[in-house]
C-alpha cells in the first residue's frame, strides 16, 4: 500500500492578527499583574464579564488557560498533581490540569509569550455555575489558596422554558456583587460604560453568529477544530473593539472563500455536527484525520456556545443575564434536541458526532439516550466517541479513529 | 482477477480467507498477531494459500480490516473491521438483523436491514470487559487452558452472578467467590454470564440476532447462554472467527464487479 500523504489543513490569512490581539491581551494583563494595577477578575467563561470589564477589571478566564494546557498537550503533566491533592481525576480536566499548573509553578503560557511567567494574580474571582458545579470547586480552590473573595451566581439548571424568577434571581445576584466589586476595583459602577462594553460584546457576538453561519454554505469555509481556536477573542476579549475587528477581518476571508467556493476539507463529502467538548489536544490530528475521509465537520454546540443572542445594552442587566442562561449547557433536553435538530436542517448536516468527555457530564450529551432519539426523530445516524476536553488517558486514538472511519463508510454506503 | 483476499488484523489473532469469483472459500487460516502485524498478515495469507493448494498471484484483489489493516503492505485498500463483519454476516444471513461480534479485545454490536445497509454500530465502552482478553485475564487467574472454558461452563449447573463492568474488578470479585467456595465451572459459567450481560448493555438486541467473533467461535455454550437470555434462536455462520476477513474478502469481490 502506497504511503499517504499528511492532509494539508488550510491556512487561515486572518490567524497572525488573531495571534497578535490574543498577545496583546495576555502582555497586558501580565504587566497588570506585576504591577498592581488595574485590578484584575478571573472570570469564568459565562460569567458577568461585561460587568467586570465596565468596572476596569481586566478579565482572565482560567477556562481559556484550561484549553491552553490541552491544546498543547501538556494537561496530563498537571492533572495528576491536582490528583495528588485529592482533586479526583474523574471532575473536570480543565481544573485538574489548571490547579495541577499553578502548584507546579508552570505553564505553557510562559512558553507561548516570553517574559510571562504564570497566570495574572487574581483579585477577585467570578463564577456562574451556568456551565457546570465545577467552576464554584475550582474558583474556591483560588479562593483559599490566594486568600481572594470568590463570589457566585448561582443559576438554574435544565431549564426548558425560561422563566422571569430564573433570570430575576441572577440579575439579583449580579447586582448584589456591585459593592463588593467597585471596593475591590476601586471604581464606581457606570451604567454607560457598561452598556457600551455591552454593545461591543453584542457587535461582537453578532459577528462570530456570521462567522458560524458561513458554514450554511457547501463546501464549508470553516472546520470545526479551526472555529475552537478562532473562538479565543469571543471568549477572552468580547466587550473589546479588537475582537469585533478581528472577526470583521476573519468574516470577510471567510465569504471570499464561499465565493470561491473554497472549503476547509476538499473534495467535502459529508457535513457533521460535533457535540460537545472539543478533544483539545487533538484537533490537528483529528482534522487531518476528516480531511483524509473527505468529511466535514462544521457545525457544533460548543462553538455556537459563544452566540449570545440577547444581548441589548438598553436592558443591560437583564438581557446580559438572559443571554447567559439560554445557552445550551443550562437547557433541558428537549430544549436540546430541538435545536440540534434545528442545526441538522440549517447546515444540511449528514450525521450526528457526540464526544462523550469523560471528566465533563455537563457537555457530554450522549447519556441520556439523546443520539437513540434524535436517530429516530430526524432519520440521521449518530456516532458516540470516548475522549476528554483534556485528560488524553480518556482518549483512545485507535478506537475513536476506527469508530469514525466506520461511521464514515456508513454514510458512503446510504442512499 | 481470480483470487479475493480478506485479511483481518485484530488485537489477538490475524485471520486470512480467499475467495474465488463465486464467493467460495478457497482457503483461510488463522494466527496469532503478535506484535508485528506485518508478519501476522504474511503468515495468514501465506497459511491461507497453503489451506488453498495454490499461491495467489499479483492479480488477486486484497483488502486489509481490523485494528491492523494499515499494516498490511500487500493490500490494496483497507476498510473497517465494522463494515466487513456486517458484510460477512450479511452474506451468511440476508434478513435484517443485529450482529454481535466478540473478539480478542472489543465488542461490536452492528445493526443490518433487510438490504444489507448498516444502519448503526457501537462498539465496547473503553474496557476489554466481556471480550476475549476478559475471557483470557480471568482463565489465567484461575490456571485454566482457553480452550477448557467451553466445557467447564456446560458442566456447571447454577447461575453465579458476576459483574460485568471491569475486567480488574471481575477478578477480584473471583477471589471473593473463590473464598467462597464456588467451584471453579460455575465460575466459569458466571464470566460467560458477565459476557452477556455486557452485550446486554451496550444494545436493547431487538429481531434476529447473528453472533460471530473468535470468542463465540471456541465457545458455542455461551451463544446457548445468550439464547436463553434473549429469548430467541441465535444464528451463527460457518467460520464465525474469519467473518470479518471474509466480508473484506466480498468487498473485494463487489470491487471487481463481482
Given amino acids: ?415 | 482477477m481470480n483470487y479475493f483476499v480478506g485479511i483481518d488484523v485484530g488485537a489477538s489473532t490475524t485471520k486470512a480467507i480467499i475467495l474465488d469469483k463465486n464467493a467460495d472459500v478457497l482457503g483461510h487460516a488463522v494466527v496469532n498477531s503478535g506484535a508485528d502485524f506485518q508478519r501476522a498478515s504474511q503468515q495468514a495469507f501465506k497459511k491461507a494459500q497453503e489451506q488453498a493448494k495454490r499461491k495467489i498471484p499479483n492479480n488477486g484483489f486484497i483488502i486489509a480490516t481490523g485494528y491492523g489493516r494499515r499494516n498490511v503492505p500487500f493490500a490494496q485498500i483497507t476498510k473497517t473491521e465494522i463494515s466487513c463483519h456486517a458484510k460477512g454476516s450479511y452474506f451468511h444471513y440476508p434478513h435484517a438483523h443485529t450482529l454481535i461480534d466478540i473478539g480478542g479485545q472489543d465488542s461490536k454490536i452492528i445493526r443490518i436491514n433487510d438490504s444489507g445497509k448498516r444502519t448503526g454500530f457501537k462498539m465496547n465502552r473503553k474496557c476489554a470487559a466481556g471480550t476475549g482478553a476478559f475471557l483470557e485475564e480471568i482463565a489465567n487467574r484461575l490456571c485454566i487452558k482457553l480452550d477448557k472454558l467451553n466445557r467447564l461452563a456446560e458442566q456447571s449447573e447454577k447461575n453465579i452472578p458476576i459483574g460485568s463492568y471491569c475486567t480488574v474488578f471481575t477478578a477480584t470479585e473471583i477471589l471473593t467467590k473463590i473464598r467462597e467456595g464456588v467451584e471453579v465451572k460455575d465460575l466459569v459459567k458466571g464470566i460467560f454470564g458477565s459476557v452477556v450481560k455486557r452485550a446486554i448493555e451496550m444494545d436493547p438486541l431487538e429481531g434476529e440476532i447473528v453472533m460471530t467473533g473468535g470468542v463465540v467461535a471456541h465457545n458455542p455454550f455461551l451463544v446457548k447462554m445468550f439464547e436463553k437470555k434473549l429469548e430467541r434462536k441465535i444464528f451463527v455462520p460457518p467460520l464465525p472467527q474469519i467473518t470479518g476477513a471474509f466480508g473484506a474478502a466480498l468487498f473485494a469481490l463487489e470491487a471487481e464487479g463481482g
Fill in chain 1, 1 to 415: 500500500m502506497s504511503e499517504e500523504k499528511r492532509p494539508l489543513i488550510k491556512k487561515i490569512k486572518a490567524t497572525g492578527q488573531m495571534r497578535k490581539i490574543m498577545a496583546d491581551y495576555f502582555y497586558e494583563m501580565d504587566r497588570a499583574s506585576k504591577e498592581g494595577s488595574p485590578k484584575i477578575a478571573w472570570c469564568t467563561s459565562v460569567g458577568p464579564a461585561e460587568l467586570l470589564l465596565s468596572l476596569g477589571f481586566l478579565v482572565h478566564y482560567p477556562e481559556n488557560h484550561g484549553a491552553l494546557l490541552g491544546a498543547t498537550r501538556t494537561a496530563n503533566e498537571y492533572i495528576p498533581v491536582a490528583n495528588a491533592i485529592g482533586y479526583s481525576p474523574d471532575i473536570c480536566s480543565y481544573l485538574t490540569s489548571d490547579i495541577g499548573s499553578f502548584i507546579k509553578k508552570d505553564t505553557p503560557l510562559s512558553r507561548a509569550y516570553e517574559g510571562i511567567e504564570g497566570v495574572p494574580k487574581p483579585d477577585v474571582l467570578v463564577y456562574n455555575t451556568n456551565q457546570c458545579r465545577d467552576v464554584q470547586d475550582w474558583f474556591s480552590w483560588y479562593a483559599r489558596e490566594l486568600n481572594v473573595p470568590a463570589l457566585g451566581i448561582s443559576t438554574y439548571r435544565n431549564i426548558g422554558e425560561i422563566k422571569d424568577y430564573h433570570l430575576q434571581s441572577i440579575v439579583d445576584q449580579i447586582k448584589g456583587m456591585i459593592p463588593e466589586l467597585e471596593k475591590i476595583s476601586g471604581n464606581k459602577f457606570d451604567l454607560d460604560k457598561y452598556k457600551e462594553i455591552l454593545s461591543l460584546s453584542k457587535k461582537c457576538t453578532e459577528l462570530w453568529k456570521k462567522i458560524l453561519e458561513a458554514n450554511t454554505a457547501i463546501p464549508a469555509p470553516l472546520s470545526f477544530f479551526d472555529a475552537t481556536i478562532h473562538m479565543g477573542p469571543a471568549v477572552v476579549l468580547r466587550g473589546s473593539p479588537q475582537a469585533v475587528e478581528y472577526y470583521e477581518v476573519l468574516l470577510q476571508e471567510l465569504e471570499e472563500r464561499i465565493v470561491q467556493k473554497d472549503g476547509a476539507v476538499e473534495g467535502e463529502k459529508y457535513r457533521l455536527y460535533w457535540e460537545g467538548m472539543p478533544i483539545w489536544g487533538k484537533l490537528r490530528d483529528l482534522a487531518e484525520f476528516f480531511i483524509q475521509l473527505q468529511t466535514a465537520v462544521i457545525a457544533s454546540t460548543y462553538c455556537n456556545s459563544w452566540i449570545f443572542d440577547s444581548f441589548d445594552p438598553d436592558d443591560p442587566f437583564m438581557s446580559m443575564v438572559r443571554a447567559y442562561t439560554e445557552i445550551f449547557i443550562v437547557r433541558d433536553e428537549n430544549y436540546k434536541e430541538k435545536y440540534i435538530e434545528e442545526m441538522v436542517h440549517k447546515y444540511r448536516i449528514n450525521g450526528l458526532l457526540f464526544h462523550d468527555a469523560k471528566t465533563c457530564p455537563n457537555n457530554s450529551n450522549n447519556r441520556y439516550g439523546m443520539p437513540e432519539r434524535l436517530e429516530k426523530k430526524l432519520d440521521l445516524p449518530t456516532l458516540t466517541i470516548n475522549g476528554d476536553l483534556n485528560d488524553l488517558r480518556c482518549y483512545s486514538e485507535e478506537q475513536a479513529k476506527t469508530n469514525i472511519e466506520a461511521f464514515v463508510e456508513q454514510l458512503e454506503a446510504s442512499p
